[in-house]
């Protein structure tokens, strides 16, 4: 049986309410038992509360501070801490646990999912901006605490486990698979109307959502490109991206003798975290399995970086290297929120990347392994200041 001390950073989230979900299932399997150190959310307090109340955790913790009270009087009697607060949630991060699943949406989750990177626990990493921002000193924090990374992204969760760790010149590409998103077949023209509700309607995934917006744009598979170069210590020119509408094959590894190894599975987020949160081990659990019959067949395209120009945009990014690709993640994440509140068009988006990274790629320096972690907050920050002037300039409505 899988036995595991577990915090889940992010637990009111998509991906953390599925770790949730898939820790309960396995549980009622048989096939593991979990003990939570552990949980933080966002606004959701009612969410936060449900779940500690069956977890039981040490402690929960709010990122509002205004919300303490709230939290306090929704766990009275069960006798887990509260807490709230950006540094209370970096507390949570480093107290003793087997496995952390870092799932905070955003830079917000940068600071947690550095901390939990030093403590030598078992780092399940579903926050894309921790890698995108400062992969490299990352990885190596967590090399030198003794600890391991696994990747929960089911792109990355595909490579993770047909990459061979140990002899990575065996390796001629890595090929990371993309819906496409709910527009992959509509008329550019018709993407000046597209809705905050259409972008988030995602055909295949459960997510939040300025992750559907970004999975719309295909900015989501720009980041997850960046993040793979890193991951497996890949140059960018040897990492592909192909449209796969089905998202059956999550990713695959071409290797130097032409062999190409994929992985497959049902579009569910429970899959990737239960590999994370077992590995080397399988987790039982009730999984939805395929049926290829039914299925019939499988299709790939490749993307069209003229429509979806923030995928070109994040390999340019990844191509200058320094602080380009934190500036690409700010810039983005940004415009997408602008996107969710009506104050910028769909395909001004990726435009507001662009003219970001033009006016901030020149400014600052590349991040230290010592300092990285504060240094990419910095630019991150410099970077939303200029990503809002342009969208100000823009004066732009959904």
């Not at 003793?96 to 990177?117: E, H, N, Q």
């Not at 970001?356 to 970077?383: F, I, M, P, R, Y």
Request: proline share 6%; glycine share 8%.
């Amino acid at each position: 049986m899988i036995a595991r001390r577990v915090s889940v950073l992010g637990s009111t989230g998509s991906v953390g309410s599925s770790t949730l979900d898939l820790m309960e299932q396995a549980q009622a399997a048989g096939s593991a038992a979990f003990e939570v150190e552990a949980l933080t959310g966002g606004a959701n307090i009612a969410r936060l509360a449900e779940q500690a109340r069956r977890w039981r955790p040490r402690i929960a913790v709010t990122a509002d501070p205004a919300r303490l009270n709230e939290l306090r009087d929704a766990l009275a009697g069960t006798g887990v801490e509260a807490a709230a607060g950006p540094d209370a949630i970096v507390e949570a991060a480093v107290r003793p646990a087997d496995w952390i699943m870092a799932s905070i949406v955003g830079a917000a989750g940068l600071r947690s999912a550095w901390a939990a990177a030093g403590t030598g626990a078992t780092l399940a990493l579903a926050n894309k901006e921790s890698l995108v921002c400062c992969g490299p000193a990352l990885i190596e924090r967590v090399k030198r605490s003794g600890g391991r990374l696994i990747p929960v992204d089911s792109e990355h969760s595909a490579i993770f486990q047909v990459f061979p760790a140990g002899a990575p010149e065996r390796v001629s590409k890595l090929v990371l698979t993309a819906s496409g998103g709910p527009f992959r077949t509509l008329p550019r023209a018709a993407m000046t109307r597209i809705t905050p509700e259409q972008a988030v309607a995602h055909p295949n995934w459960s997510m939040g959502a300025k992750i559907s917006v970004d999975s719309a744009t295909m900015a989501n598979k720009g980041l997850e490109l960046i993040e793979a170069a890193y991951l497996f210590d890949m140059p960018g020119e040897r990492v592909d991206v192909v449209v796969h509408p089905e998202s059956i094959i999550h990713s695959l590894v071409e290797y130097v003798d032409g062999s190409t190894l994929a992985q497959m599975g049902a579009p569910d987020m429970r899959t990737p975290i239960a590999c994370a949160l077992s590995w080397p081990d399988r987790l039982a659990w009730p999984a939805p399995k395929l049926d290829l019959a039914a299925l019939g067949r499988l299709t790939f395209e490749a993307p069209d970086e003229d429509r979806f120009p923030a995928l070109r945009l994040a390999r340019e990014a990844l191509a200058a290297g320094g602080i380009a690709p934190i500036v690409f993640n700010a810039a983005n994440e940004v415009a997408a929120l602008a996107f969710l509140d009506r104050r910028l068009g769909f395909l001004n988006i990726a435009a507001v990347v662009a003219d970001t990274l033009e006016k901030a790629t020149g400014a600052g320096a590349s991040c230290g392994s010592d300092d990285a972690c504060e240094a990419a907050l910095a630019v991150d920050a410099q970077a939303r200041r200029i990503a809002g002037d342009v969208i100000a300039s823009l004066n732009i409505a959904a």
